[in-house]
């Protein structure tokens, strides 16, 4: 799987935060259910990891990967821990070699037109476009799409059921991730057929 692969699997990237990896497993198989197969687990949390490897260990048809990868040892033990791909809010060189380093799929963050740049300058065309609201929104990523036409996107942060049609409508978005799809209450009370029904309606977005 290369990073661009990502995209064509479902227009909606579920960015979870995980407090118990006890509800890991259900919480992967309600958004797999709900069509969503692409999961993105933070490294925001002490459970982050033995989440990600539970998820990957039992329920087989999740794409699972590990987000807010921020120093190289992030990409590292995400990569031990059983992540299928890997996502970054911004990058660097080192952090980049790093990623390259595992051998996975990778979103790199990037916010600006030099930063596009040069992420292009290593061979990547698949990106996380973040802070996607803060930094500008459709109208910044219609912008870009002029000059750099051969890149596309996954846009994050502030992106919703209200807005994210808006984002998928455009030629250089791949898909989006949004956090709106495993609400803190649900998660934490095990509300799964209500976090199914979310990702149901995410996955007719496209």
């Known amino acids: 799987m290369i990073a661009e ?8 990237i579920p960015v979870v935060v995980l407090d118990d990896a006890e509800a890991a497993v259900p919480l992967a198989r309600a958004l797999v259910e709900g069509g969503l197969p692409v999961i993105e687990v933070t490294l925001r949390t002490p459970s982050a990891l033995e989440s ?4 990957a260990a039992e329920v087989p048809d999740a794409v699972i990967g590990a987000g807010t990868i921020v120093r190289p040892e992030d990409a590292e033990r995400s990569a031990a821990a ?3 791909f890997l996502v970054s809010p911004g990058c660097t060189p080192r952090l980049q070699a790093a990623m390259v380093a595992t051998g ?3 979103l790199p963050g990037a916010a600006t037109a030099s930063e596009v740049i ?3 300058e290593g061979g990547l065309t698949a990106m996380k476009f973040f802070p996607a609201e ?3 929104g459709t109208a910044y990523l219609k912008s870009l799409a002029g000059p750099l036409p051969q890149v596309r996107f996954c846009p994050t942060g502030g ?5 994210a049609a808006d984002y998928l409508a455009l030629p250089n978005v791949g ?3 949004g956090s709106w799809l495993t609400p803190a209450d649900a998660v934490r009370n095990g509300d799964w057929n209500h976090i199914r029904k979310l990702a149901a309606d995410a996955a007719t977005l496209r």
């Open 118 to 120: 040069a992420l292009l």
């Open 5 to 12: 692969d990502l995209f064509d699997l479902a227009p909606v």
């Open 82 to 84: 059983g992540a299928r």
């Open 175 to 177: 898909c989006v991730g």
């Open 159 to 163: 992106v919703g059921p209200g807005n």
């Open 134 to 136: 803060a930094a500008g």
């Open 52 to 55: 990600i490897t539970r998820i």
């Open 104 to 106: 996975l799929p990778f």
